[in-house]
Structure formats: C-alpha cells, structure tokens
C-alpha cells in the first residue's frame, strides 16, 4: 500500500507542532561550521546567469542546498527563508503538490522534483544535501542506503557536506515498540498502530486516516488506510554506509540535545563529507 497518499493532505495538520523553524536553524549552523554552501544573500552574483563564466557557473552550484525526502516543504521554506537556494526531492506526488501549492503563497523560489532519492538525478553538483524527519528510515534495506549514499557523494560539490538525521534502533525498539496512538481533530483523526520486528529491526505502523468531505458543517468523514515500513539503525551502521560510499564520517550529535550521542539517544544528526569520487 502507498505511502503518503490521503495523508498528505492533513500532514501538516497533523505536525503542526514539529519544530521546523528550529531545526533549520540549527542544521543552517551545522552547515556555517562544517560545509561549503552560503545563504544566497552572502554569495548572489550581479550578472545574468549568461554573463556567467563556467568557473563563476561552477562555485554557484557549491551553494545549492539539497533535501531529500522533503515532503510538504516545511523544511525546505523554511531552509529557503534563511537566504539558501533549495531545491526539494520527495517521492509523494501527493506530499510534492501541496509543496508546490504553497510556492503560490510564500512567492519562493524552490524547485521540486520527484523522485526516489535512491534514484537520485541532480542537473548539477550541490554544496550540501540534506535530510531530516527520519525520511532515511524509510531506506530498509543495505542495498537502499547504501545506493543513496553513493548517489549524494555523486551529487556533492568537492567537499561538499552531507548531513541526514534518523531514529535509532533504540527508539524504535524501546521506547515507540508495539503501542498504538489515535489524535482526533475537528476536520480529522487518525489511529496509529504500531509494530516493531526485532529480528528485522523494521517498524511498522498501520495508518487509519479518516478525512472530513463537504465542508466545515459537513458530518462525514472518508476513510484511508497506509501501511508504512522504516527501519532502525545504530550509528555504527550509519557510519560503516557512509565509508563504504565514499564518504568521510565527520562527526553525530544528539539531535534532542545536541550533544555527543549516546545509547538513549532517539534521533541522531550525522554529518558526512565528500572526499573524492576515484572509488566509484
């Protein structure tokens, strides 16, 4: 069953609360430190794109920041509103028309594709690629990750930054594990059935979304079901994916704290850099 369908449309209901604003500033700070990417206000060029060189054409794309697994586009305008030129990648045409909806509203200027971020397919380099709201869980299997992670050093300008978050298998497996959690709104609720497999470490959670039709004065309700599959990882697994894409490990943080990870962390930021191409 097909993720991210009739739930994309009471999504940002439903998140309301998740602290994007913060989270962009902070990666915004990950990326001042660490990467080579510039808010486009610091590095904007007074020539046409023509006037360009291929040099000059070249150390933009150093500054393009990309996300995967943007969604709605929470994040990336949020990211875009802090001066950086964005562009989104999400494989829910459903969560990918509501992003491009508010485009109408905000006036930014973001590009959104559609794609499976294994499949990676990027016009030019980007001095960052980025990934947050465990969208890298949703990678179950070694060969999935592994193909993305080559792909975004593919992608990355020369020492360009990496820098994904993701749940560990500590919160899936101790503290989420086999619970079920139901929200009722005026306009719609859903029921969250959770199911964590040790074996496999893959967590399930069945999605029953039901949807009010007609309007504010409107007492019925459409239902839709999603089954939706993520994957819990230790930060040893993260870092072994990362060296064999070619990547360089540089350093993870608590993503709660942000301090040094530790066995009871929950969500875990993890920074890579590009260092070389040659392997592949």
Known sequence: MEAYTDFAKVYDEFMDETPYHEWAAYISQLISGYGISLPYGENKKDKDAEELSEDEKLSQERNLVVELGCGTGRFTEEMARLGYDMVGIDNSSDMLG????????????????????????????????????????????????????????????????????????????????????????????????????????????????????????????????????????????????????GMEFITAIDADTHDEPSDESERIYVLAREQGKAHQ
């Open 98 to 245: 509501i992003a491009r909806k508010k485009l109408e509203e905000s006036g930014l200027d973001i590009m959104y594709l559609e794609q499976d971020m294994t499949e990676l397919d990027l016009f030019c380099t980007a001095g960052c690629v980025v990934s947050v709201c465990d969208s890298i869980n949703y990678l179950i299997e070694d060969e999935q990750i592994l193909k993305t992670f080559e792909l975004v050093n593919n992608y990355l300008y020369p020492g360009g930054l990496f820098v994904f978050d993701f749940n560990t298998l500590h919160k899936y497996r101790d503290v989420i594990g086999d619970v079920t959690i139901a929200e009722n709104r005026d306009d719609c609720s859903f029921i969250w059935e959770n199911y964590f497999d040790d074996d496999s470490h893959i967590n399930e959670y069945d999605l029953t979304v039901f949807i009010k039709e007609g309007g504010k004065e409107s007492s019925v309700f459409r239902r839709s079901m999603e089954t939706h599959l993520q994957r819990g990882y230790t930060l040893d697994e993260m870092k072994s994916f990362i060296k064999a894409s």
